[in-house]
């Protein structure tokens, strides 16, 4: 392994400047900079008593940038989880976000954004369906999605 020029701490701090990381994630990425493991660990359970790296606050701001993009709980929910992290911070990101976001509107207003009007036959509407399903809302919300897209319209 080669002798990297930084420290895990200096690489860590540069990295959490730009943005939340996760600790699975920070991990992986001070690892392919070249530092030992034991040092990696250190460093992250260092920075997370010093409150600079939290996975809670990464999962908050995580969930809030997927529904400005219009994705559902289903696949925030994956996408928290492969970036490693468990499951009762993921559901305490959700349970405050759940009085801010309501995912039946979520998946009306991204079904009205993408396509135009009702879907016109059985096909269109197979296709309009997977869609949601593709953005990761449940099937009550999809339901509701097909049913009230274009009430406003």
Do not use: N
């Not at 900079?33 to 040092?39: D, T, V």
């Not at 009085?99 to 998946?107: H, P, T």
């Not at 009702?118 to 919300?141: H, N, S, T």
């Amino acid at each position: 392994m080669r002798e990297p020029d930084t420290t895990p701490r200096e690489d860590a701090i540069r990295l959490l400047a730009r943005r939340e990381y996760a600790r699975a994630e920070l991990r992986d990425r001070l690892a392919a900079k070249g530092h030992e493991s034991a040092a990696i660990e250190a460093c992250l359970t260092e920075l997370a008593e010093q409150g600079l790296q939290s996975d809670a606050r990464f999962a908050e701001s995580f969930l809030r940038a997927r529904i400005a993009r219009g994705q559902g709980p289903v696949r925030i929910r994956a996408e928290l989880s492969r970036r490693g992290i468990d499951d009762a911070t993921a559901r305490a990101a959700f349970d405050e976000a759940q009085e801010e976001v309501d995912w039946f509107a979520l998946a009306a207003e991204a079904l009205a954004r993408r396509f135009a009007g009702p879907a016109a036959g059985p096909r269109e509407r197979a296709r309009r369906e997977r869609f949601l399903a593709g953005r990761g809302f449940d099937f009550d919300q999809l339901r509701h999605a097909l049913a009230h897209a274009w009430d406003d319209a």
